[in-house]
Structures are given as structure tokens and as C-alpha cells.
């Protein structure tokens, strides 16, 4: 009985996370290493390609800044690129450390880190800052994630690090999800809720608070606007034998519809990771949502419903960026056709697109694709990071 109590006490206290545990585990390292070591192909390219990364250099330097704008207010000066370009470094800097075991790395990440958690106060500009609290949280968290094991970030440094996540971005990621900028539900879409539900999971994890990923794990299952899975599904379809499902930027455009999926992979990753598979939630809906995103990108048909959106109706599916370059279907195929050997083809058809278009035939991460944003929503190099086989 008394043992019994304890656990419950343990688990209520939330002292169960896994760490490294948000996109990677300590598990995920010895398989990347191994390959790394055998030079076994396509992981070694990969590898090579995030050695020769501007943003992996153990002199980086980062660029914090007291407040951040994004979006154009009229008013303030946009400067989230200096956002962007160092959460991209700390997350390469924190991988180059954990393969090499070099500390010179570790040391570069760790003061990334640090000079923002020294610095940063509000993250603002027009409603586009609730992308970069999304964004750029659940980057930021798992380069720290990723750090949260060296001896050699000085206490206090981390400390400051897990309040500025909790108080700058997670506090922002919250009020998004339970006012929407003082929307409806349906207003703004999908992308703008998972990346701030990312966010939750990554800075509960790297925090330690049970409540905050809890609750975006709830949200994510049951949750009442379009980044929910619940919601997020429009309509299922079965082409030879398999379930296609629209998803709810279909008929905007197909960069936002791809980016969609990549934001759900890197949710279920991180959820995975704590003995939670939200992959499998609603019979694998995030498969089948990309099998259609992968089908009509890489140049095929799809059946499509009527989408009523905020903006009126979406009466075709969007050709609108059809075919678009999107690094981080690799976590997709990884999990679906390598770990359980689901048909994933036309995930994986499109993570071949993406590939071919990409330096060395591999997915790259940021600096490799677009120097805008777009080329720094996800940390990239699933070739590397995911790949089983
Ligand atoms: C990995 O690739 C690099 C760069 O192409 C090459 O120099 C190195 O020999 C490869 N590693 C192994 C173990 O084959
Ligand atoms: C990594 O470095 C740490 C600190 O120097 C050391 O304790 C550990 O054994 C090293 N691990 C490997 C795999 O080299
Ligand atoms: C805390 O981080 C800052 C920024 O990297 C660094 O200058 C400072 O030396 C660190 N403090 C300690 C005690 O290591
Ligand atoms: C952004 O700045 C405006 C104007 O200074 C202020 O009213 C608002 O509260 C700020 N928003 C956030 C989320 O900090
Ligand atoms: C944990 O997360 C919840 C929900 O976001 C938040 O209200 C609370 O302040 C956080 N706890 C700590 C210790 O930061
Ligand atoms: C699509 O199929 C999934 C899995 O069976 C189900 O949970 C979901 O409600 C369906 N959605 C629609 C819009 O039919
Ligand atoms: C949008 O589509 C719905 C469902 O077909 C229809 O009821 C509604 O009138 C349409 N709205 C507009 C503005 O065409
Ligand atoms: C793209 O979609 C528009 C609107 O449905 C259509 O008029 C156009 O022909 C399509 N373009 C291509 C290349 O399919
Ligand atoms: C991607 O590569 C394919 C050939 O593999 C080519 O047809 C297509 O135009 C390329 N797309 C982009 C956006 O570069």
C-alpha cells in the first residue's frame, strides 16, 4: 500500500520524463553513431552535410535579442532571422556534441542557449509572433533537451534557460491555444496550433512539468480547433485498399498543407519518446494524412471535399506550391514503414522528392533549403536522425 502510494506520488510530481527524451533518446544516438562509425550510406552523407553546416561551427556566435518581432506592425523592425538562425545552431551544435563528444560543441550550444535565456524578454510583432512562440519553442526545447545531460552547463545558465522557455514561449504557446488571438476555433490554421502544441510538449519535457505536456497531449487527442486531430481530419478516402485522409490546409496551398505533417511527426516523435503513441491515435491518422499530402505532391491525383474555410470556400484542393521542397517526412517514414511496417509509399515518395532536391541527395536541415523561414521550420537532417534502414 505504502509502496503504491509512493509511485502515484512520484508519477503526480512528474518525475517520469525520459532524457534525452523530446525528438531524440539516448537509444537513437548509439544507432546514429554506429552508422556514423561504419560509414554506412545515406547516414554518413548526412552527417557529413551537417558537419560542413555554418550553423555547426563550434565559434558560432549568437545574436540574442531582447525582444523579438515577427510580422511587419508597422512599427517595430522584423529581427526573428537572429531567432531562427541560433535555435537552428544550438539544435546542430547540441547533435555535433552528442556524436563526437567533443565539448567545444557542447560549450558553443550551451552558450546559444544561455545568451538568449540572458536576454530574451517577449516575443512580438503582429499576430505571425504566435508562429515564431511555436516554432522556434519547440526548437529551442529540444537543443536544450538535447544539452540537458552536460556536466558543463553551469546550473544556474540551464535554470534560466527552462524559465525563459517556460515564461516567453510556453506562456505565449497557452494563451494560443485557449484564445487564438481572439478568434474562433476555426480561424487560423492547423499549422499555427501544432506548432505551439510542439512547443508544450517539448518545453514540458525539457522542464519537467507533467501539466504542461499533459496538457497538450490532451489537446492534440482532443482538442476543439484545426491543428486537433479530431478537427484536422476532413474527410478519409480508400484507394486500393488504403485510407487517405484530407487534411486541413488541402485546399489553401500545398507548403502549409506539407508543413502540417511535418509538425504532426514532430509531435508524435516527442510524445512517442514518453511511452505516449499519439502515431497510432485514430488508426494511424497521421499516416494517412500523409500518404495524402505525399500522393498529391509527388504529382498524382487525390479525391478532395469541400473545405469551408475562414476564408470562404475551398471548393479544389490548392495545386498552389504543389511539389514544394519540405525537409522532415524522413521521421515520418522512419516511424510508419521502418519501425512498424505500415505502407507508407507515398510518404516516402515524397520524402524521395524532397531528397532529390536537396544537397547530396539527403534531407538537409536550416541553411541547407530556403534562407527565409520557411527553410528553418524544422531541424531537418532525418536522414541522419531517423532513418532505420
Ligand atoms: C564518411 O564520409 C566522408 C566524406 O565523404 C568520408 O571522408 C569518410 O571516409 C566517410 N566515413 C567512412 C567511415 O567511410
Ligand atoms: C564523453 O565525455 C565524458 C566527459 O569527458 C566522458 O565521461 C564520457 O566517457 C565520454 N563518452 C564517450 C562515449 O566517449
Ligand atoms: C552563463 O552563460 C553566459 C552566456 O553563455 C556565460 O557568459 C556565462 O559565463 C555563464 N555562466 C557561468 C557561471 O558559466
Ligand atoms: C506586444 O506589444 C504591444 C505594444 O507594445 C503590447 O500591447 C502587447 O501586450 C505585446 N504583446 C505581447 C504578447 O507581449
Ligand atoms: C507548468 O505548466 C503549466 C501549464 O503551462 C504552468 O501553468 C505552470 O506554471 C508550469 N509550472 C512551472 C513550475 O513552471
Ligand atoms: C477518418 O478515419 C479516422 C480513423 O478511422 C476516424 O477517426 C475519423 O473520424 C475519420 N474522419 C472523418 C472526417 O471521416
Ligand atoms: C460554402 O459551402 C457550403 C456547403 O456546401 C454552403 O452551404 C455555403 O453556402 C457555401 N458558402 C458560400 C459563400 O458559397
Ligand atoms: C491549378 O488550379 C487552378 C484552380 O483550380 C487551375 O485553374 C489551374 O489549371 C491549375 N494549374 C495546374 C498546373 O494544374
Ligand atoms: C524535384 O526533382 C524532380 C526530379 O526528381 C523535378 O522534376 C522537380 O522539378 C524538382 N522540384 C523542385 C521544386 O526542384
Known amino acids: 500500500m505504502l509502496c503504491i502510494v509512493f509511485l502515484l506520488a ?33 547516414w554518413n552523407t548526412t552527417w557529413t552535410l551537417l558537419t560542413a553546416s555554418s550553423f555547426a561551427q563550434s565559434d558560432y556566435q549568437p545574436s540574442p535579442k531582447a525582444i523579438v518581432y515577427r510580422g511587419d506592425n508597422g512599427v517595430d523592425t522584423e529581427n526573428y532571422p537572429s531567432l531562427y538562425h541560433d ?18 560543441y557542447a560549450d558553443a550550444a550551451v552558450n546559444v542557449l544561455s545568451s ?6 517577449a516575443i512580438n510583432g503582429t499576430s505571425d509572433m504566435f508562429l515564431a512562440s511555436g ?10 533537451e538535447l544539452m540537458s545531460d552536460y556536466a558543463g552547463w553551469d546550473s544556474s545558465n540551464k535554470t534560466a534557460t527552462a524559465t525563459m522557455l517556460t515564461n516567453v514561449f510556453a506562456s505565449m504557446n497557452m494563451l494560443f491555444m485557449e ?11 492547423a499549422n499555427w496550433d501544432q506548432c505551439n502544441l510542439a512547443s508544450l510538449l517539448a518545453i514540458g519535457i525539457f522542464t519537467d512539468n507533467q501539466t504542461m505536456y499533459d496538457y497538450a497531449l490532451d489537446y492534440v487527442r482532443n482538442g476543439p480547433s484545426n491543428g486537433a486531430l479530431p478537427v484536422f481530419a476532413i474527410a478519409n478516402y480508400t484507394e486500393c485498399g488504403e485510407t487517405l485522409t ?26 512517442y519518446n514518453q511511452g505516449d503513441d499519439l502515431f497510432a491515435t485514430y488508426s494511424n491518422e497521421i499516416l494517412h494524412a500523409a500518404e495524402y499530402v505525399g500522393k498529391y505532391n509527388v504529382g498524382y491525383d487525390v479525391p478532395y ?11 479544389v484542393i490548392s495545386n498552389s506550391s504543389r ?29 524521395d522528392m524532397v531528397n532529390a532536391n536537396s544537397t547530396d541527395g539527403v534531407e538537409g536541415g536550416g541553411g541547407n533549403y530556403a534562407t527565409t523561414s520557411g527553410g528553418f521550420d524544422a531541424l531537418g537532417f532525418g536522414t541522419l536522425l531517423y532513418r532505420l534502414s
Open 10 to 42: 512520484l508519477s503526480a510530481a512528474g518525475t517520469a520524463f525520459v532524457h534525452p527524451g523530446a525528438l531524440h533518446t539516448a537509444r537513437d544516438f548509439e544507432r546514429i553513431n554506429t552508422h556514423i562509425a561504419n560509414g554506412d550510406e545515406p
Open 87 to 104: 535555435t537552428a545552431a544550438a539544435y546542430q551544435l547540441a547533435i555535433r556534441w552528442k556524436v563526437t563528444n567533443d565539448t567545444s
Open 116 to 121: 538568449w535565456a540572458a536576454t530574451l524578454t
Open 135 to 144: 516554432l522556434y519553442g519547440y526548437q529551442m526545447a529540444n537543443a536544450a
Open 179 to 189: 484564445e487564438h488571438n481572439g478568434n474562433d476555433n476555426y480561424h487560423y490554421y
Open 246 to 271: 484530407q487534411g486541413q490546409e488541402a485546399g489553401r496551398d500545398q507548403g502549409h498543407a506539407t508543413l502540417d505533417l511535418v509538425l504532426l511527426g514532430i509531435i508524435a516523435q516527442q510524445a
Open 305 to 315: 471535399t469541400l473545405y469551408e474555410s475562414y476564408e470562404g470556400n475551398q471548393t
Open 323 to 351: 511539389g514544394d521542397v519540405r525537409p522532415g517526412f524522413e521521421l515520418l517514414s522512419a516511424h510508419y514503414g521502418q519501425l512498424k511496417g505500415l505502407d507508407s509509399s507515398w510518404t516516402d515518395a515524397y520524402r
